[in-house]
């Protein structure tokens, strides 16, 4: 399982301090499902009604910066994203979008809501074979409604002790669902695709964190800098984690 960038010595540390790990919780868009590849494919659809007003890479561009701006008042999911679309299409068109063009706009957003739940390779046998020796959890942003009915689709609920639906993902969020499961910071493990909201939060409060990349990261949860702590690892699938954490 030692990849070129780690060595096998971080895998054994990693091992042998995990033993205090009594809740794994895992993040649900891209690492238990498909999420990024539908918004990627929204955008696409965007640009082709756009198109009488601007190029594709204008429209993506002019997109990122007003769901920036909306952020701090939609949060994350599809539903703040569709107002984003909405507004993007006014602003590219200078308020010459057609009405039909905006129902179109939200025929797109509709069917994001309704897709079905596609699950990563080897989710269901991970959660199966830790599922006796820690308790599992989700921790996950987005819209309440839309993660309840994709944990209902996805025949997971089964597994997870505990469901929390977060409004961000940061130092504090984490040390409040800390306090909620009453446990210890270092008795958390957080498993999931972007280094931004799953990884670098948790090692700040002495967490752990394993990261598992998803093929396609928003540009908003990209990080950078590397990332070195004891309390970190990387895998290549999900799968590696039953091996990872094992005694
Ligand atoms: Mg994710």
Not at 43 to 57: H, L, R, S, Y
Not at 115 to 136: A, F, H, I, T
Not at 185 to 212: A, T, Y
């Amino acid at each position: 399982m030692c990849s070129v960038n780690q060595s096998c010595v971080l895998i054994l540390v990693f091992k042998k301090m995990k033993q205090n790990i009594k809740v794994i919780a895992f993040d649900a868009d891209d690492t238990l499902w498909v999420n990024e590849t539908f918004f990627r494919d929204a955008e696409k659809v965007f640009a082709t009604i756009m198109k009488p007003f601007a190029k594709a890479d204008e429209v993506y561009r002019k997109l990122y910066e007003v769901e920036m701006n909306n952020m701090l008042l939609y949060g994350y999911g599809i539903k703040g994203f569709m107002l984003s679309l909405i507004e993007t299409a006014n602003v590219i068109s200078n308020n010459h979008v057609s009405a039909q063009q905006i129902g179109e706009i939200i025929e797109v957003g509709k069917s994001m809501l309704q897709k079905p739940v596609e699950l990563l390779d080897g989710v269901e046998q991970v959660l199966k074979s830790l599922q006796g020796d820690y308790r599992l959890i989700v921790a996950t942003k987005g819209d309440l409604l839309d993660q309840e009915r994709k944990l209902r689709k996805s025949g997971l609920l089964p597994y997870f002790h505990h469901i929390e639906v977060m409004s961000d993902k940061t130092p504090s969020t984490y040390q409040a669902l800390i306090k909620h499961l009453d446990i210890e910071n270092h008795e958390l493990l957080m498993v999931g695709n972007s280094l931004k909201s799953d990884i670098l939060p948790v090692l700040q409060i002495g967490s752990w964190g394993v990261h598992v990349p998803f093929h396609t990261t928003w540009h908003h949860e990209e990080v950078n800098e590397p990332i070195i702590s004891d309390q970190f690892y990387t895998l290549g699938s999900i799968i590696e984690l039953e091996e990872l954490m094992q005694d």
